[in-house]
T-cell receptor, first 112, second 113 residues
Framework: KAGVTQTPRYLIKTRGQQVTLSCSPI?????VSWYQQTPGQGLQFLFE???????NKGNFPGRFSGRQFSNSRSEMNVSTLELGDSALYLC???????????FGQGTRLTVV | QKEVEQNSGPLSVPEGAIASLNCTYS??????FFWYRQYSGKSPELIMF????GDKEDGRFTAQLNKASQYVSLLIRDSQPSDSATYLC?????????????FGKGTKLSVKP
C-alpha cells in the first residue's frame, strides 16, 4: 500500500512569489492535514480537510490556504511568500476523525 | 492555548538501557495521544498511540497515559543506537471538528553504544 506522497520534495522561491504544494493521501484515507515544521516553532497545525471540506484551521495568516479534491488529494497554497515561510511542510493523512495520522516525506520550501 | 510540553533534551542513555520520554498536555479535552519518531531530515513516523488510561505495550515500546495528571510517557526498553532520534508527543482533541494534532517540540534521544 503506497504511503502519503508529497510533491515537490524541494522548492526554492523568491519573496513575494506564491507556491502550491501537493499531497496524495494513503488510498482510502479521507482526512488530510497540513503542518509547518521549523526549528524554532516545531510542528504547527495549518489546516485539516475531510471530504473536500475544511474542518479545522490553525493560527496562520490568510496567505496560507488549501483545498481538497474529490479523490482526497489536497493542495496548499502560500501567496506573497516571506522569508519566514521557509520550512518543512508536512501532510498527514488518516482514515477519519480520531484515527492514526501518517505523514508524507514533506516539501522543504526555501524562500530567498 | 492548547499546549503539549516535552523536555527538549538531549536525553542520553547507554545501549541496552531503558529510555523514558515524558510529555504533559494542557487541554483536558484531549482524548488521543500519539508518539512519533523523527530522524534528522526525515518526516515523523508513528510509533504508538494510546487512548485509555494505563499502559500499552508494543514490542520494546510502552506508552503510558494518566489523564488525571495530564501526562503521557513513552518507555523504550533495550535501547539501540538506531533509536537515536527526536521523539514527538502529540495530543488530539477529538471534540467536534477538532481532529488536528497538537505537537510538543520533541525530545532528542541519543543512545550511546
Amino acid at each position: 500500500k503506497a504511503g502519503v506522497t508529497q510533491t515537490p520534495r524541494y522548492l526554492i522561491k523568491t519573496r513575494g512569489q506564491q507556491v502550491t504544494l501537493s499531497c496524495s493521501p494513503i488510498s482510502g484515507h479521507r482526512s488530510v492535514s497540513w503542518y509547518q515544521q521549523t526549528p524554532g516553532q516545531g510542528l504547527q497545525f495549518l489546516f485539516e480537510y475531510f471530504s473536500e471540506t475544511q474542518r479545522n484551521k490553525g493560527n496562520f495568516p490568510g496567505r496560507f490556504s488549501g483545498r481538497q479534491f474529490s479523490n482526497s488529494r489536497s493542495e496548499m497554497n502560500v501567496s506573497t511568500l516571506e522569508l519566514g515561510d521557509s520550512a518543512l511542510y508536512l501532510c498527514a493523512s488518516s482514515y477519519g476523525r480520531n484515527t492514526e495520522a501518517f505523514f508524507g516525506q514533506g516539501t522543504r520550501l526555501t524562500v530567498v | 492555548q492548547k499546549e503539549v510540553e516535552q523536555n527538549s533534551g538531549p536525553l542520553s542513555v547507554p545501549e541496552g538501557a531503558i529510555a523514558s520520554l515524558n510529555c504533559t498536555y494542557s487541554d483536558r479535552g484531549s482524548q488521543s495521544f500519539f508518539w512519533y519518531r523523527q530522524y534528522s531530515g526525515k518526516s515523523p513516523e508513528l510509533i504508538m498511540f494510546i487512548y485509555s488510561n494505563g499502559d500499552k505495550e508494543d514490542g520494546r515500546f510502552t506508552a503510558q497515559l494518566n489523564k488525571a495528571s495530564q501526562y503521557v510517557s513513552l518507555l523504550i526498553r533495550d535501547s539501540q543506537p538506531s533509536d537515536s532520534a527526536t521523539y514527538l508527543c502529540a495530543a488530539q482533541s477529538g471534540r467536534g471538528s477538532q481532529g488536528n494534532l497538537i505537537f510538543g517540540k520533541g525530545t532528542k534521544l541519543s543512545v550511546k553504544p
